[in-house]
């Protein structure tokens, strides 16, 4: 590969990973390249992506940037999965991915908003609800107090208005 080649694709790669707030790094090893191809695809589709980049250059992308240190992991066959919000999505893909496909890509680590995560916590992540469905429980826990409120509200309505009819009652039959 030639001088420039390998800068440019470093470069891209910086830029790829400032962007990122969350990356995984895998093996992929003993996947075909229809298989990569298919895994590509349901990333995309949840706005994430799948590179494969020669080890040193993602070093080399990494030294610019304000990250852990994970060039323990980058030996072997290497492929990033980059991902700009959600990190708990791309999870999901490369685990149900792996489902089919004989425990394959394998995550090494993660990295998500600049911390390392262990490969054990990305599949925790992986078995967290969508996020949807979080925001959704986080804005039925915040109702459920003012529901009770308004029920307790309207108790003492009622309460009031049953206590005036009784009152009514008893000033008319006085």
Avoid: C, Q
Avoid at 18 to 41: C, H, I, P, Q, W
Avoid at 76 to 90: F, I, K, Y
Avoid at 134 to 147: C, D, F, K, N
Wanted: glycine share 10%.
């Amino acid at each position: 590969m030639r001088l420039e080649t390998k800068k440019t694709i470093t470069e891209d790669l910086v830029t790829r990973l400032g962007e990122a707030g969350t990356v995984y790094l895998t093996d992929f090893t003993g996947l075909s390249v229809e298989a990569m191809g298919e895994l590509r695809g349901k990333l995309r589709e949840h706005g994430a992506e799948f590179r494969v980049v020669k080890n040193t250059l993602t070093i080399r992308a990494l030294e610019g940037l304000d990250w852990p240190d994970v060039t323990e992991y980058l030996s072997g066959p290497t492929g990033l999965v980059l991902a700009t919000d959600d990190p708990v999505m791309p999870a999901k893909v490369v685990k149900e991915f792996a489902k089919e496909h004989d425990d394959r890509p394998v995550v090494k680590i993660g990295i998500v908003d600049r911390v390392e995560v262990t490969a054990d916590a990305v599949g925790r992540l992986a078995d967290l609800p969508p996020r949807e469905v979080l925001l959704g429980a986080i804005a039925g826990s915040m109702t459920a107090p003012v529901a009770g409120v308004v029920g307790i509200l309207n108790a003492l309505m009622r309460d009031i208005a049953y206590m005036t009819e009784e009152v009514a009652r008893k000033g008319e039959a006085a």
